[in-house]
């Protein structure tokens, strides 16, 4: 066999293969989609990271457990938490509690997912509903909480109107973005 023959085998074969070839690159895989390995579309994956992550916030936050609190913050943001959460009006401070705390709102943002919480904190006998809203990023693979800000509607106090008023909201151990 000559050497001419040998290439049209060569490219015969190469033709034979190549359908095969481009249905491996297209669809990643037989469900069609272009969906991560957790099964989600990156927008549901968002949402719930998301979630996740405030959600084990304000679990620490009711344990009032501030490492807890900590390890769902974003490492930048370490430093700004561990000189104020437990300060005198910091998330973590001695004469807060917080004995409801409540997810309202999920939604996508500019600096990531914003995430709206209802908390409810008491100061001694009196209690105030407060609205928060987290900034959620992702870091790498995984995610977690680059700011903490007021929510953007004031919530009225849940005590007596003839009682002196809470104390104002506590300001965020986190720098929003």
Not at 23 to 31: I, N, V
Not at 48 to 73: C, F, I, M, N
Not at 152 to 175: I, L, M, N
């Amino acid at each position: 066999m000559g050497r001419s023959h040998r290439s049209r085998y060569a490219g015969l074969a190469l033709l034979a293969l190549l359908p095969a070839a481009l249905a491996a690159c297209g669809s990643g895989g037989q469900d069609g989609g272009d969906t991560p390995p957790s099964g989600k579309a990156p927008a549901e994956e968002a949402a719930a990271k998301s979630r996740e992550r405030v959600q084990a916030y304000l679990d620490a936050l009711t344990a009032r457990d501030a490492a807890a609190g900590r390890s769902q913050l974003c490492a930048p943001t370490h430093a700004a938490f561990d000189s104020a959460a437990t300060g005198p009006n910091g998330d973590f401070a001695d004469h807060f509690t917080v004995p409801e705390a409540t997810i309202t709102e999920v939604r996508s943002g500019p600096n990531g997912q914003e995430v709206s919480a209802s908390i409810t904190v008491a100061a001694g006998s009196r209690k105030a509903v407060r609205a928060l809203q987290f900034t959620v990023t992702r870091s790498g693979a995984d995610w977690c909480i680059s700011g903490e800000a007021p929510g953007e509607r004031a919530v009225e106090p849940t005590t007596d109107p003839a009682e002196p008023a809470p104390p104002a909201g506590a300001p965020s151990p986190v720098a929003s973005q």
